[in-house]
């Protein structure tokens, strides 16, 4: 079968959904079918390139600033619509694109008996945004998840929340979480005696990383010292912007490596040397249900534990005490025991926690175990 995966997605760049179509391209090969990507990535004036013996081509337009971004968006589909034809896909794997994309794709696979699957990652909720219900991100999310995507679709959804929504709307539909592989998944760590806290991504539209420095700040000066926390991907700066108090960085200051904004390659050096992951969401908003941390992923991924509450469907992997300290909670009072147990613990018990880890990325999100789900959407 020939598959067309299509998106907005910067491929092959390195962001979250990249990297999802990346395992999926990887999976669709090792099941024997023919793989095209589509995404806006670094221009390449629509040539098809190989990535990772993964065919791709960028329907972005080298024009700079927001003129070309523009431009790049209103022409997506007249652009991707010359990419179907010249390959002639047997199916189309898209993601989140806007909903008139969305209509103009059903239209032509229907007119093409072209097999149609939507890939569902996420729904936002409208306390993310500061146009609460009016913020465009979030209606057109509703339009597609609500009316476009139906019984002339099918569905990979990355959580059992997105998929009870759509088996309801009697779609056919199957679950696949976050999954890693073999270059993915390292086993060596680099653990020093000073317990290293690690929390990779963009506080305050969901990560409560507010809630963990707020933790820490009810340990003791002394618990404190026997840990560093290494934030990565927001500047000191944009934590106070994000309602951080400056008081509150000043005085675990000596605890807190904040790096900003770092390439990939550096958050994963960071993992190789941390002994948890921290990641505090809240419970009850439909993001955090619908979604699948990528990050908790990648950090059982390099022998890494995390300390997190159960949001989405991390209860099905995640075993307090073998791969991870699970918080009952979201508030600082929840997750403040469990900082104080994670610090107190022996080195070989917290060498024996990286090795479940480990295992857990290994036997439980390696891409092999999905194989079988994948193939059945791909059914005719």
């Given at each position: 079968m020939k598959i067309l995966l299509c998106s907005y997605f910067k491929f092959p760049n390195g962001c979250a959904g990249s990297v999802r179509h990346e395992k999926f391209a990887q999976m669709l090969k090792s099941l024997e079918h023919d793989v095209l990507v589509v995404g806006t990535g670094r221009c390449n004036d629509f040539r098809i390139e190989t990535f990772k013996n993964i065919q791709y081509?960028?329907?972005?337009?080298?024009?700079?600033?927001?003129?070309?971004?523009?431009?790049?968006?209103?022409?997506?589909?007249?652009?991707?619509?010359?990419?179907?034809?010249?390959?002639?896909?047997?199916?189309?794997?898209?993601?989140?694109?806007?909903?008139?994309?969305?209509?103009?794709?059903?239209?032509?696979?229907?007119?093409?008996?072209?097999?149609?699957?939507?890939?569902?990652?996420?729904?936002?909720?409208?306390?993310?945004?500061?146009?609460?219900?009016?913020?465009?991100?979030?209606?057109?999310?509703?339009?597609?998840?609500?009316?476009?995507?139906?019984?002339?679709?099918?569905?990979?959804?990355?959580?059992?929340?997105?998929?009870?929504?759509?088996?309801?709307?009697?779609?056919?539909?199957?679950?696949?979480?976050?999954?890693?592989?073999?270059?993915?998944?390292?086993?060596?760590?680099?653990?020093?005696?000073?317990?290293?806290?690690?929390?990779?991504?963009?506080?305050?539209?969901?990560d409560y990383l507010h809630v963990m420095l707020a933790a820490m700040m009810l340990l003791t000066a002394e618990e404190r010292e026997k840990f560093k926390f290494h934030i990565l991907g927001c500047s000191e700066q944009q934590m106070i912007d994000n309602g951080i108090p400056a008081q509150v960085i000043q005085e675990l200051r000596p605890s807190l490596v904040i790096y900003g904004r770092v390439p990939r390659d550096e958050v994963f050096r960071v993992l190789q040397k941390s002994n948890f992951t921290l990641l505090i969401r809240s419970e009850e908003l439909r993001y955090a249900k619908a979604g699948f941390p990528t990050k908790v992923v990648e950090s059982l991924a390099r022998s890494t534990p995390v300390i997190a509450n159960i949001t989405s469907d991390l209860g099905e992997y995640l075993i307090d005490g073998y791969n991870s300290f699970i918080v009952p909670g979201c508030s600082a009072e929840d997750l403040a025991p469990v900082l104080k147990k994670a610090v107190s613990l022996s080195m070989a018990q917290r060498e024996k926690m990286c090795q479940n880890a480990y295992d857990t990325a290994l036997n439980r999100f390696h891409y092999k175990h999905f194989l079988d789900r994948l193939q059945t959407i791909l059914s005719r």
């Open positions: 081509t960028s329907l972005r337009y080298a024009t700079p600033g927001l003129k070309g971004k523009i431009k790049t968006r209103l022409e997506y589909w007249k652009n991707l619509k010359k990419v179907i034809q010249q390959y002639t896909p047997d199916c189309i794997i898209m993601d989140d694109l806007r909903p008139l994309v969305t209509i103009k794709i059903k239209r032509f696979a229907k007119s093409k008996d072209i097999l149609l699957i939507h890939d569902s990652v996420e729904w936002y909720s409208r306390q993310q945004y500061k146009l609460n219900f009016l913020a465009p991100a979030l209606i057109c999310k509703n339009i597609i998840n609500r009316y476009l995507i139906d019984d002339r679709c099918r569905v990979i959804a990355i959580s059992t929340y997105l998929m009870r929504h759509f088996e309801a709307k009697r779609v056919q539909c199957v679950n696949i979480p976050i999954v890693v592989d073999d270059e993915d998944i390292v086993k060596d760590k680099s653990l020093e005696e000073v317990i290293n806290f690690a929390y990779a991504g963009q506080a305050g539209k969901k």
